[in-house]
């Protein structure tokens, strides 16, 4: 079974997929991740999201690979250098790059079929698995998202302020959303789970809820 989880940045996808992973017992992949690692490759290797005709190919080849929650870059664990603000940018910008979609999209959809999967991302329910058998749209405002993002980075050791944090939410949603390809979008048959006023395990349950009720029509 396939649940794809997609949204804007900040809604708290990664949060709740563990939980439902957790909870269901399946895997779950980050995808968000795997664009991340794409970005700190690409810039230690000197290439920008301008260097469009070499990244398919380069993005092929590169060792990504999760163990656990943990993303392994040929073998070295960069879940933690992943996770700066500069990668965040990077990493919505290589994201708009067709090639690197392409690169990326075999593995995701490897990753997805090996076995019970919870996959969240931004495109995952409308092109990488448009089958899914549960798709979730779980969302916030934007002022939420910002907020819960800055504690975030500052539990983490980063500095930066809400004000900051809130205009690079926006742009990135503004990005995300208006570029050609795989724009984020909620796809037609997605259920909205808005996360505003929910608590985690408010979403978690009405994410487990939706599971459920999927596999009894099976
Ligand atoms: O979810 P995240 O913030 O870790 O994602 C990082 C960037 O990767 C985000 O700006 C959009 C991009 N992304 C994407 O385009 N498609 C996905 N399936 C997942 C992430």
């Known amino acids: 079974m396939i649940v794809a989880i997609d949204g804007p940045a900040g809604a708290g996808k990664s949060t709740v997929s563990r ?7 399946f895997t779950r992949i980050d995808t968000g991740a795997l664009y991340r690692g794409v ?21 092929r080849a590169l ?15 960069v879940s933690s250098e992943i996770r700066a603000p500069e990668i965040s940018r990077a990493a ?7 090639p690197v979609r392409a690169g990326l999209m075999e593995l995701q959809r490897r990753l997805g079929r090996s076995t019970d999967t919870i996959m969240d991302g931004r495109d ?11 798709k979730i749209y779980l969302t916030a405002s934007a002022a939420a998202r910002a907020e819960r ?18 205009a690079e939410i926006e742009a990135r949603d503004h990005q995300d959303m208006n570029r050609a ?6 796809a037609d048959d997605a259920v909205v789970v808005d996360a ?23």
Not at 19 to 25: N, Q, S, T, Y
Not at 92 to 98: G, T, V
Not at 124 to 134: H, L, N, Y
Not at 181 to 186: D, W
Request: glycine share 8%; aromatic share 6%; proline share 6%.
């Open 196 to 218: 505003t006023t929910l608590d985690l395990p408010g979403a978690v349950a009405a994410c487990v809820a939706l599971v459920e009720a999927a596999r009894g029509r099976k």
């Open 181 to 186: 390809i795989a724009p984020l979008r909620q």
């Open 19 to 25: 939980h439902l992973a957790a909870r269901l017992g």
């Open 124 to 134: 995952i329910g409308t092109v990488v698995f448009p089958d899914a058998d549960v």
């Open 39 to 59: 970005a700190l490759a690409a810039r230690r290797a000197g290439y920008t999201p301008a260097a469009a005709a070499m990244l398919e190919p380069f993005v």
């Open 149 to 166: 993002r800055h504690r975030e980075l500052l539990a983490a050791g980063h500095h930066a302020s809400f004000e900051t944090v809130l």
């Open 63 to 77: 060792g990504l690979r999760f163990d656990g929650d943990a993303l392994l870059l040929d073998g070295e664990d």
């Open 92 to 98: 919505s910008d290589f994201a708009a790059q067709p």
